[in-house]
């Protein structure tokens, strides 16, 4: 059960850098004036970090969540409701 958990591990490590790689290429895109942005895959890693849990509970613990809690795209979930709110009440909505 822990290979099973390193391998999902590593899924989840591939889309957290896939998730900041594409950010930093959006930014650096910007700046050189081309427009368009990127889009995150934010529930992917949170998905096989849960279950490389699951599988490695024992040995892993908490580690797990590792991957989740460094990856921009579910920092943007996390914020996405309170930039939504703050809209809202500007009236930009």
């Known amino acids: ?42 529930i992917l890693a949170i998905v096989f970090c849960v279950l490389a849990w699951l599988f490695g509970r024992q040995s892993i613990g908490a580690w797990a969540f590792l991957p989740v809690a460094i990856d921009p795209a579910t920092w943007s979930l996390i914020a996405l409701p309170f930039y939504l709110a703050l809209r809202r009440r500007t009236g930009r909505a």
């Open 1 to 42: 059960m822990v290979y099973i958990a390193a391998i999902l591990l590593t899924l989840a490590a591939y889309v957290v850098l896939g998730n900041i790689v594409g950010i930093l290429d959006a930014f650096r895109r910007r700046r050189s004036g081309i427009s368009g942005g990127f889009s995150c895959v934010p």
